[in-house]
């Protein structure tokens, strides 16, 4: 079979055309050193040394999303035992007090008048909660309105909310409690501010699972298989982001009256459960509701960490929060690449364009036998793709160095050993040239070293013994005598001295001239005498020496 | 606080505070505000933004208000003064870098162009003359939150008429404050207790006023 094809006669011609031994060699030496170095690369891939980046990034994104995740699990579950034990003495506490007054929880809608009073009662209950808890906000909501006649009566809850401003440890002796919901009267008796944001009353629209929790409190199931975690949504009136733990409200009857729970903001998810960003700066964690097959809402999660690499992208593309979401790609080794996606497929090709590295697990947030045990919620760890990748960079900064020093050394190596090799050869070369100025062996002053060049130069006598160059026909000193008459004076007077194996330094000093005037002189004398250099010029006068008639060259140099 | 000057404060404070006509109230006017209980307060142009655009009355009702905002009020004849105060901004002890971090943010916040673009945007008074200068150039029309525009207008007004005021430094201003705030509330509170409780004379009232004022520098004298 023969070899065919675009390539491999672009090869054949490249190897038919004429390149000195020098280059071929030097072609062959940085050939083989490309192919070692290729063997080299290939290595390192298969045993995994120049993955190491991104083996690592994997490792510290699974362990950190391990340990975040047992945060969060143990921390909301407590905080979800604290709900449920909160409201199992808040309903009981305000059934006895209902209870007091003749009324029962169930009818609190029809009795607006007592609304006050009765939340009052239950204010120290609250702040104790919220400070064991160590949550950003607690609340009592009441399935009742001070005013039924007002237009949002349907919507609007009369409440107990009071929110913990600094929720860290460090202001934890002197926690700045505001009220955002409840009777004012209550808040100022107790020395309390009203929130920035304050309403008397809590809006339906911040809990849409208010009615899904009064639905499912109508059947048998008990308060732990009752309670949920809303997703994240800004506050009315703010931007700032909040998750609830929700759990009803229920009399001895098992009648729905109202819910209560915590909230967790968004600075305190912050706070809490930001990653180690020692190694990776802009590295976030997220806790968000998932739809559907890992379509991971974005929008309605808490970021701790650089939450702005996202926030910044939704805001600047102007996306929908509430409609974007995350994807999972295809693995990048051990983690995923994350693309946006919207449940209306109407990303837009900006956003389509940014992506994230990272791991997403699922936190199991409600116990099995949840009535709500179909939310799901999922912690992820993003990282820009853009830094990923400029982080991986830097790791293989050593190797692409390294990769370059090892191109260089080859290079060298090639000029080195081509020069090594081609030297003799070439030397040998020139002396075939000339011919009976070669000693083919023995003891000759330089004898040639290229055995293939000897035999050739040994065939050559064989078969021309006339052809010596001490036979050399007179035509070459004729022709050459014919152009030295071309010469003016001074280009004669050169090539005299260059004759004479005078140095450039000697024709200079003797000939007063300067060396750019000799370098015009010597462009004059080479292209008149149809010579290259100076050392072909000196070939000649060799080979005119070899017929004795140097002298007759002197002559007619020295002839002005 | 035996001063001339001090007992006509005195005189014209303490018998209105007793009788209702100042809210004795530890906390932010803006508070008192979103209740209705309050119609005007004299604060810091921080606050601004803190202020209602809608009071609830106790029955959940709400009614929209509209702000005045007017420079300080003065005594009839009396000189225009205007106390200036500002908030303080720290670096704690941190690394290096985070304290080179935090210079170099206040440095870039209290630039002119960065300062009046938070005081546009806040009501917070520029920290810089050169800042502040550059309000008069400013179109304050074109400032999206109406009560920051308005009050700034103001502000230029009370610039061109009032001397500003700052307290003198002293290690323990804020104990000192906090010290007599306290002393104060709770004399007026405590005068309030006696008046409704046993008298509603005006004759009553002013000796009141007058005791308590000798008691009250007599304390803290």
């Known amino acids: 079979m023969h070899p065919s094809g675009k390539g491999f006669r672009i090869f054949s011609r490249i190897a038919a055309t004429p390149v000195s031994i020098r280059i071929r060699f030097m072609g062959?030496?940085?050939?083989?050193?490309?192919?070692?170095?290729?063997?080299?690369?290939?290595?390192?891939?298969?045993?995994?040394?120049?993955?190491?980046?991104?083996?690592?990034?994997?490792?510290y994104f699974a362990q950190s999303l391990r340990h975040t995740k047992a945060d969060i699990e143990l921390d909301f579950g407590r905080t979800s035992m604290q709900a449920i034990d909160m409201s199992e003495t808040v309903s009981s506490s305000m059934e006895d007090f209902l209870s007091d007054h003749g009324i029962q929880p169930s009818d609190l809608e029809a009795h607006p008048e007592i609304l006050e009073e009765l939340l009052d009662d239950q204010f120290d209950r609250l702040l104790f909660s919220l400070e064991k808890s160590g949550t950003s906000g607690a609340f009592i909501i009441l399935d009742a309105t001070v005013n039924p006649s007002l237009e949002n009566a349907s919507t609007s809850r009369s409440a107990l909310y009071v929110r913990n401003m600094e929720p860290n440890a460090v202001s934890a002796g002197t926690p700045n409690m505001t009220m955002l919901h409840g009777f004012p009267d209550i808040s100022r008796q107790q020395g309390y501010s009203l929130n920035s944001i304050w309403s008397m009353e809590f809006d339906l629209s911040m809990m849409p699972e208010y009615e899904e929790i009064r639905a499912a409190s109508q059947g048998e199931s008990t308060l732990s298989q009752l309670y949920l975690w809303s997703e994240a949504r800004p506050l009315l009136g703010s931007n700032e982001d909040i998750m609830m733990c929700i759990v009803p409200l229920l009399d001895e009857n098992g009648q729905f009256f109202g819910v209560c729970g915590f909230e967790v903001s968004g600075m305190l998810f912050k706070l809490r459960y930001s990653p180690d960003t020692t190694a990776y700066k802009r590295v976030t964690s997220l806790i968000c509701p998932v739809q559907g097959d890992n379509f991971l809402m974005v929008g309605k999660s808490l970021c701790g960490g650089d939450d702005n690499s996202i926030r910044t992208i939704l805001s600047d593309t102007q996306s929908d929060p509430d409609r974007t979401?995350?994807?999972?790609?295809?693995?990048?080794?051990?983690?995923?690449?994350?693309?946006?996606?919207?449940?209306?497929?109407t990303v837009t090709d900006a956003l389509r364009n940014r992506y994230f590295v990272g791991l997403h697990e699922t936190v199991t947030l409600l116990p099995s036998d949840s009535v709500f045990k179909d939310q799901v919620f999922s912690l992820m760890l993003l990282m820009p793709e853009s830094e990923y990748s400029t982080m991986l960079g830097k790791n293989n900064i050593k190797i692409v160095f390294l990769c370059a020093l090892f191109i260089l050394v080859g290079v060298l190596l090639a000029v080195l050993m081509s020069r090594k090799f081609a030297a003799p050869i070439l030397k040998d070369l020139s002396k075939l040239a000339i011919e009976g100025d070669a000693e083919i062996e023995g003891d000759g002053e330089?004898?040639?070293?290229?055995?293939?060049?000897?035999?050739?130069?040994?065939?050559?006598?064989?078969?021309?013994?006339?052809?010596l160059v001490s036979d050399a026909p007179d035509e070459l000193?004729?022709?050459?005598?014919?152009?030295?008459?071309?010469?003016?004076?001074?280009?004669?007077?050169?090539?005299?001295?260059?004759?004479?194996?005078?140095?450039?330094?000697?024709?200079?000093?003797?000939?007063?001239?300067?060396?750019?005037?000799?370098?015009?002189?010597?462009s004059h004398i080479y292209a008149k005498l149809d010579?290259?250099?100076?050392?072909?010029?000196?070939?000649?006068?060799?080979?005119?020496?070899?017929?004795?008639?140097?002298?007759?060259?002197r002559k007619a140099l020295s002839q002005s | 606080m035996t001063?001339?000057?001090?007992?006509?404060i005195w005189d014209s404070y303490f018998e209105t505070a007793v009788s209702g006509?100042?809210?004795v109230f530890d906390g932010?006017?803006?508070?008192?505000?979103?209740?209705?209980?309050?119609?005007?307060?004299?604060?810091s142009t921080a606050g601004v933004l803190y202020y209602p655009t809608e009071i609830t009355y106790a029955d959940n009702t709400q009614e929209t208000v509209d702000y005045a905002y007017l420079p300080y009020p003065t005594y009839e004849g009396g000189e225009k003064i205007a106390l200036q105060r500002g908030g303080g901004m720290c670096i704690t002890s941190q690394s290096d870098v985070n304290k080179l971090a935090a210079a170099i943010f206040i440095k870039w916040f209290t630039s002119p162009e960065q300062n009046l673009r938070f005081t546009l945007s806040s009501g917070y008074l520029p920290v810089t003359m050169e800042a502040f200068s550059q309000l008069f150039e400013s179109d304050l029309s074109k400032i999206a939150e109406a009560p920051v525009s308005e009050q700034l207008q103001t502000i230029l007004q009370m610039y061109e008429e009032y001397e500003f005021f700052f307290a003198p430094y002293s290690e323990n201003y804020d104990a000192l404050q906090k010290d007599y705030e306290s002393s104060l509330r709770k004399e007026v509170e405590d005068a309030r207790v006696l008046i409704t409780s046993f008298t509603d004379s005006e004759e009553d009232l002013a000796l009141l006023s007058a005791e308590v004022l000798k008691r009250f520098q007599e304390g803290l004298g």
């Open chain 1, 28 to 59: 062959f030496v940085f050939l083989l050193v490309s192919i070692l170095f290729l063997l080299v690369i290939m290595m390192l891939y298969l045993t995994g040394t120049l993955t190491v980046g991104q083996k690592e990034s994997g490792e």
């Open chain 1, 325 to 345: 979401a995350m994807k999972a790609g295809k693995d990048a080794l051990s983690i995923h690449i994350y693309r946006f996606a919207s449940s209306d497929q």
């Open chain 1, 446 to 467: 330089d004898p040639m070293k290229t055995p293939e060049i000897m035999a050739i130069l040994a065939q050559i006598r064989s078969r021309h013994p006339r052809t």
């Open chain 1, 477 to 522: 000193f004729d022709d050459f005598l014919a152009k030295i008459r071309r010469l003016t004076p001074t280009e004669k007077q050169i090539v005299l001295r260059f004759l004479e194996d005078k140095s450039t330094q000697d024709v200079l000093n003797e000939m007063f001239i300067s060396a750019s005037t000799l370098k015009t002189h010597n």
């Open chain 1, 531 to 553: 010579a290259v250099s100076r050392d072909e010029l000196q070939l000649y006068f060799r080979l005119i020496e070899k017929t004795g008639r140097l002298e007759d060259l």
């Open chain 2, 3 to 8: 001063s001339d000057a001090y007992v006509k």
């Open chain 2, 21 to 23: 006509g100042f809210a």
């Open chain 2, 28 to 43: 932010y006017s803006s508070d008192l505000f979103k209740t209705g209980d309050l119609v005007c307060a004299v604060g």
